[in-house]
């Protein structure tokens, strides 16, 4: 059984695999900046907010790509928008605020979908239909990828900065802090919108946040955190599809379970801060004393 042979005969394989690598490359770096900023449940909170945007864009136009697209990015980031100047002119903090927009937003999706929808429109919306990727649909993944990276390499060292000391980046630069936030969010709206195409809204954050939280027991520095994600991501997008091609499982769900699987391993066995790498400093230390 050869490991690339679906790859090599199928052309839905081979175009969902590109999708997901794509994927990988720009959403999983912006995983581990949520992580490194706290917020972790933000993307899975936005990643419910595109729903609503892309349900409407449903009800004008069916299942149009480009419909689906620029409404699931308005209302994503209207949310983001909306949840940011909540938690600045009310006392309710951003985490709860983010909470209530996301929970009403999933809802108001659903019951937007299933107005004009059956329930394989739905599942469709909801959890992607990876092997019915298309040529327009990678189009539009390996674009939001490519802008996704330039801005990354623009942002990259106010963002970090921002990431560990707010202040500092007010007084040592050009950028303030509510732009690079502003920037990194729409990056992120971008990617939860190009893995609804592909992943459906409830899946695409799997692939952004579970490698970026696994790389965290394989490197303590940020340039091994993003490579080690990175990798992950592609391993977990290729073990995925070749499951879900030999055991007839469903693509996105087995892609993100893929990544949930590395995720325990990772825990289990990485050396920065695993369990068997802290087991191991215990009893050294143990024997030492």
Not at 37 to 53: E, N, Q, T
Not at 186 to 192: A, F, P, Q, R
Request: glycine residues 10%.
């Amino acid at each position: 059984m050869s490991l690339l042979q679906p790859f090599i005969e199928f052309g839905f394989m081979r175009r969902a695999l590109v999708a997901c690598i794509a994927l990988s490359i720009s959403a999983t770096p912006l995983g581990v900046f949520l992580l490194l900023r706290r917020m972790s449940l933000v993307g899975d909170a936005l990643s419910h907010a595109v729903l609503p945007g892309a349900a409407i864009g449903y009800l004008i136009s069916g299942l149009s790509l480009v419909a689906m697209g620029v409404g699931g990015f308005i209302a994503g980031l209207s949310v983001a928008l909306l949840s940011g100047a909540v938690s600045r002119l009310t006392p309710l903090r951003e985490d709860a605020s983010f909470a209530g927009f996301y929970l009403g937003s999933l809802a108001l999706g659903v019951t937007l979908v299933s107005l004009r929808g059956s329930s394989v429109d739905l599942l469709h919306v909801l959890f992607g239909s990876l092997l019915a990727v298309d040529n327009q649909s990678i189009l539009l993944v390996g674009s939001i990828a490519a802008i996704t990276l330039m801005a990354l390499a623009l942002i990259y060292r106010p963002l970090v900065i921002d990431a560990f000391d707010a202040s500092f980046l007010r007084a040592q630069s050009r950028w303030s802090s509510p732009l690079v936030n502003g920037i990194f969010l729409i990056l992120v709206v971008m990617n939860l919108v190009a893995g609804f195409q592909v992943l459906g809204t409830l899946m695409s954050v799997g692939l952004m946040m579970l490698p970026a939280t696994s790389a965290r027991f394989w490197s303590i520095r940020l340039p091994g955190m993003l490579t080690a994600a990175i990798i992950l991501a592609v391993i977990a997008s290729f073990s995925g599809l070749f499951a879900s091609f030999y055991l007839s499982l469903p693509a996105g769900p087995a892609v993100v379970l893929s990544a949930a699987i590395l995720f325990f391993i990772s825990i289990l066995l990485g050396p920065c801060g695993g369990l068997l790498s802290s087991l191991r400093f215990l009893t050294t230390g143990k024997e030492k004393v």
